[in-house]
């Protein structure tokens, strides 16, 4: 179905919520907006309780490159709320979010990933994220 999100930028804060088929053209449209607004850096809920995709391998592949690609940059922590069946369908994904010097977890509920990104600390625009002590 779609991939919606918002970029908050007064709460320097990016909620992205997947119902249905996720595309690799919407993940595109997604990062796109992530970069030409300048909110690389700010935390990340991307919510897929709702969501699923029939993206191959190859396609999955192609957003883990374009992810590391953001890495030269400061990028936020990223909260994963997603059920445990689909956590296998972002493997691959997920090895180029962690890849960056950023703070990331998987959750099961957005309660407690939006609970945890409140916790983490804000990166500067000059230094790499750091996990909070």
């Known amino acids: 179905m779609t991939l919606r999100w918002t970029i908050d ?9 997947a119902e249905g088929d ?3 053209a919407q993940l595109e449209a997604y990062l796109d ?4 607004e300048r909110a690389l850096a700010y935390p990340k809920l991307f919510d897929g309780l709702g969501g699923d995709t029939s993206m191959d ?3 999955l592949l192609g957003i883990a490159a ?3 690609s953001f890495h030269k940059e400061p990028v936020g922590p990223v909260a994963l709320v997603l059920p445990e069946d689909k956590v296998h369908l972002v493997l691959r994904v997920l090895g180029a979010l962690a890849a960056a010097k950023r ?6 509920t957005r309660t ?5 990104l409140d ?3 804000r990166p500067t625009t000059k230094a790499p994220w750091t996990s909070p002590s």
Not at 33 to 36: E, G, R
Not at 103 to 108: G, N, S
Request: hydrophobic residues 40%; without cysteine; positive net charge.
């Open 57 to 59: 391998t190859y396609e």
């Open 33 to 36: 907006a992530m970069a030409s």
């Open 9 to 17: 930028h007064d709460k320097k804060r990016v909620l992205a919520i």
């Open 103 to 108: 703070p990331l977890r998987i959750f099961r």
């Open 119 to 121: 916790g983490v600390e």
């Open 112 to 116: 407690s990933a939006q609970r945890w």
């Open 66 to 68: 374009r992810i590391r």
């Open 22 to 24: 996720v595309t690799r």
